[in-house]
């Protein structure tokens, strides 16, 4: 069975930094692209970033470039994201999914984690 668990979410202050990780099992991690979305209250889930299976590409939404980084191990079939200068509109459940590529839609992505939430405080 396909799991994604995530996990580091927290209550932050503003300026502050999280990383969460997203720990896989039951499908082949390294052939598989793993992205990063959340939702907020109200609002429609979106991608906040994306990295390759295997080429080093990533991809970042405008709203977190130069805060957020991405990164994969394959040694822990884990994928993290580091989060840094966190504002109160980072405020929101944070969940990674996995896809056989690369992409922003949510439809894209075969198997999900159950989020973490991620409270910004300002």
């Known amino acids: 069975e396909e799991q994604l668990v995530e996990s580091g979410g927290g209550l932050v202050e503003a300026g502050g930094s999280l990383t969460l990780s997203c720990t896989t099992s039951?499908?082949?991690?390294?052939?598989?692209?793993i992205g990063w979305f959340r939702q907020a209250p109200g609002r429609e889930r979106e991608v906040v970033s994306c990295i390759s299976a295997r080429t080093p590409q990533s991809y970042y939404a405008d709203s977190v470039k130069g805060r957020f980084a991405i990164s994969r191990d394959s040694a822990k079939n884990t994928a993290y994201l580091q989060m840094h200068n966190l504002k109160p509109d980072d405020t929101a459940i944070y969940y990674c999914?996995?896809?056989?590529?690369?992409?922003?839609?949510?439809?894209?992505?075969?198997?999900w984690g159950q989020g973490t939430q991620v409270t910004v405080s300002s």
């Open positions: 039951g499908f082949a991690f390294d052939e598989h692209a």
């Open positions: 999914a996995a896809s056989n590529g690369c992409g922003t839609s949510h439809y894209l992505y075969d198997y």
